[in-house]
């Protein structure tokens, strides 16, 4: 279990907050998020257009030294556009099966790998390139010691053809090497420069690696040179303005010129090279960290591994995201830096479904940030989001009260009001709804004049996640769609289609299982169109008990198929919370199909996974009681149903299943010859059912949850025929 000094977070309440700390810093990590969504989005639209009108081939070069970002966006692009004229190719070498294993393995992938060349093809190029030169035995010379690979049957041609050897020994990189060191001094020295820029380089770059501009007209005729020897090519356009663009013909000519370097040499030709990138401009912030680290100025570095950790988590490279953050962090990162890049850390692991990782970063990182600050407030809420979903009900009630006595009275910056929100949203789902009041009065308060979106849309979550733990469904799939179209305004993707996914959840509440089908099997495509696998599993998990509401055997098979697959993504996952409400659908689905004992032993699990005072286990007791009493077992259904009617009067709030435990509590007692006792739990059974009806202003909508939801529908039946009023 991950701990945090939690005795320290007595002091926070008396932390002076005045309001006046700057988060622009925090925001903009939250803005890479909604950015990086926006940007899928936009790409996509733009293939979608010219796929349209024409067939798109879209080629990607040496993809060994793509980046992941790269990867995602085509990947989400061919999942967006599955079935239009969309064609990719990706060449690079074998590496890039390790830097990305499953690379687009979800779509109909096809490998192809690039050969040895034959021999035939062999003898075919030397006798090409050497012409009436190429004698037999110097064709089956080149031929035997090239071995098939290009490159080096390339530089044996260029040997023979310059009069060497005609039965060269040796490696493709050490006749390169011995090609470089044939080249006069300045060339050597021009080759090596350019060498610490990589792949790619600049002619202003190479000018201040070698000392600055005297030499840039002889610069220019040793380029000329170089390329006309095939050494090195020059680019149509370029990166920056104004800047001649070559790049290294073969990466072996690249590695031979920088392996030349001392290490003292590297160290500052990559200190100027990054200074002089940093100046054009350069945008990859990896580029320029790593430039920074070799050249020994580590400080500066930490600084462009972090604005690189926020591009990766902009990306949506959650992995990138959490290594490149750890670069930094390894490389001296301290104070509010630090605590910075926990941050990042902690949000990429919550996108990740990683809640014990995403935990001890958020902990982390509020021990290295001043305590009650605004940077504070966004790995606090991040923790609460985590210990709720690890059933650690100790410490979230300490973090939730030390941030509650941090949180101003008055207005505020909009990432302490953001964060709070969160965090009042998650204490609702623990069950903890006098402290999440809290923090929904002190928010309200906090923004009463507040006109920032994102704020207006955290608070309109807030208000709709206090509505499900309310005494009815009321109007919920508006309010859960209002949120949705607040987090579409403010361009966050992701978290718009976990409120769509939430519609598809309020009309399965209120038995519109036929609108709740389309919402969640909408919600489901644009979760695995945006990569979301936490969205995804819950549209299958709310989806599977819609079909099984449904019902029809082929509807039960693809329900029991779902939902097993939103339990599995729980369980590995971490999240005892949903691993209950899914093992709690499964069982009830288990029951549709007539699987009684396997209905009874998830029901079973589903009651022993959280603490006893977690409100969604009151669901569970009442799905295990269903499903003992359609065994048989009332005695067993009584038991569960006495511990659940405890367990819901010691809770003001629940998420769900209080009218059938409630039913199961009369039908239990009913079964086992308590009559009277039956008929007092079904009058307040009734009682409650339509109270919370009222609260449906929509007159179609409460019809349906009166006499679409199998349980009430079953309440109703039963007071009815007991003349109850």
């Known amino acids: 279990r991950v701990s945090f000094p939690l005795a320290t977070l007595a002091k926070i309440g008396r932390a002076p907050n005045d309001g006046r700390v700057d988060d622009d810093e925090l925001a903009a990590v939250a803005d890479a998020v909604l950015l990086g969504d926006q940007m899928c989005r936009a790409w996509e639209d733009f293939l979608a257009a010219e796929c349209a009108d024409h067939p798109v081939i879209l080629v990607l070069e040496d993809f060994h030294w793509g980046d992941h970002p790269t990867a995602s966006f085509v990947d989400s692009a061919l999942r967006a556009l599955d079935g239009a004229p969309l064609f990719v190719l990706a060449v690079g070498r074998a ?8 690379l687009w393995s979800e779509r109909r992938l096809k490998h192809f790998s690039i050969e040895a060349l034959s021999r035939a093809s062999s003898e075919a190029v030397v006798q090409q390139a050497l012409g009436d030169d190429a004698t037999p035995e110097l064709v089956a010379s080149l031929t035997l010691h090239a071995a098939g690979n290009a490159f080096h049957l390339e530089e044996l041609i260029r040997a023979a053809a310059r009069g060497g050897d005609a ?33 790619v380089f600049w002619t202003g770059g190479v000018v201040a690696l070698l000392g600055g501009p005297s030499g840039t007209t002889s610069l220019r005729a040793i380029l000329q040179g170089l390329e006309g020897r095939e050494l090195i090519a020059r680019r149509a356009t370029g990166r920056f303005p104004h800047e001649d663009e070559y790049v290294f013909r073969h990466a072996i000519i690249q590695e031979a010129a920088y392996a030349a370097l001392t290490d003292d040499d590297r160290a500052q030709a990559h200190l100027v090279a990054a200074e002089w990138l940093e100046r054009m401009g350069e945008s990859d912030a990896m580029v320029l960290a790593e430039h920074f680290e070799r050249g020994r100025a580590a400080e500066r570095a930490v600084a462009w ?53 995403g935990l001890e970063c958020a902990f982390a ?28 009900e100790a410490d979230l009630i300490t973090l939730a009260r030390a941030m509650l006595a941090a949180l101003p009275s008055r207005a505020c910056p909009p990432a302490v009001i953001t964060a709070s929100a969160v965090a009042c949203v998650r204490l609702y789902y623990a069950g903890h709804s006098d402290l999440g009041d809290a923090f929904f009065a002190r928010i309200e308060a906090c923004a009463l ?82 990569g979301l696998d936490n969205t995804s599993a819950t549209c299958r998990h709310n989806l599977g008990l819609t079909l ?121 007692l009913r079964a086992l010859g308590y009559e009277e006792g039956s008929i007092k739990v079904l009058r307040e059974a009734r009682k409650h059912l339509l109270e919370r009806a009222r609260r449906i202003e929509n007159p179609a909508w409460r019809r349906s949850f009166l006499e679409n939801v199998p349980e009430n529908v079953r309440t109703l039946e039963l007071s009815n025929a007991h003349g109850l009023t």
């Open 95 to 102: 590496e890039m099966h390790y830097l990305y294993p499953q």
């Open 305 to 357: 591994y972090g604005r690189a950790a926020e591009k990766a988590l902009q990306g949506n490279d959650l992995e990138a995201a959490i290594e490149r953050a750890e670069r930094a962090i390894v490389r001296g990162a301290l104070g509010e830096t630090l605590g910075a890049l926990k941050t990042i850390q902690a949000e990429a692991h919550q996108w990740r479904g990683r809640a014990e990782d």
């Open 449 to 530: 004049n507040a006109t920032d979106p994102v704020v207006l849309v955290r608070i309109a979550q807030a208000r709709a996640v206090r509505s499900v733990f309310g005494r009815g469904p009321g109007d919920l799939p508006v309010l859960f769609e209002h949120a949705a179209i607040g987090f579409d305004r403010i361009g966050d993707l992701r978290n718009a289609n976990n409120w769509r996914a939430n519609v598809g959840y309020a009309y399965l509440e209120l038995g519109l299982y036929d609108e709740a089908e389309k919402a969640l099997r909408g919600a489901l495509a644009e979760a695995q169109r945006l």
């Open 548 to 668: 099984a509401r449904l019902g029809g055997e082929r509807a039960l098979r693809e329900a029991r198929s779902l939902e097993e697959a939103a339990l599995a993504r729980y369980v590995s996952k971490g999240d005892l919370r949903l691993e209950t409400a899914a093992r709690i659908y499964l069982a009830l689905i288990m029951l549709a199909a007539g699987e009684t004992d396997a209905a009874a032993d998830e029901a079973s699990r589903a009651v022993s996974v959280l603490p006893t005072n977690a409100p969604v286990r009151v669901h569970a007791l009442a799905a295990l009681a269903h499903v003992e009493l359609a065994r048989g077992n009332a005695g067993e259904a009584l038991a569960a149903t006495c511990e659940g009617v405890a367990l819901l009067d010691s809770l003001a709030r629940l998420e769900g299943g209080e009218a059938l435990l409630r039913l199961s509590h009369a039908e239990a």
């Open 167 to 199: 039965k060269p020994h040796g490696s493709a990189h050490a006749m390169v090497r011995t090609r470089l060191d044939a080249q006069e001094s300045g060339t050597q020295r021009t080759l090596r420069a350019a060498s610490v820029f990589g792949h």
């Open 365 to 392: 990182a509020m021990t290295a940030l001043p305590p009650a600050s605004a940077a504070w407030f966004r790995p606090a809420g991040l923790a609460i989001m985590a210990l709720q979903a690890l059933g650690n």
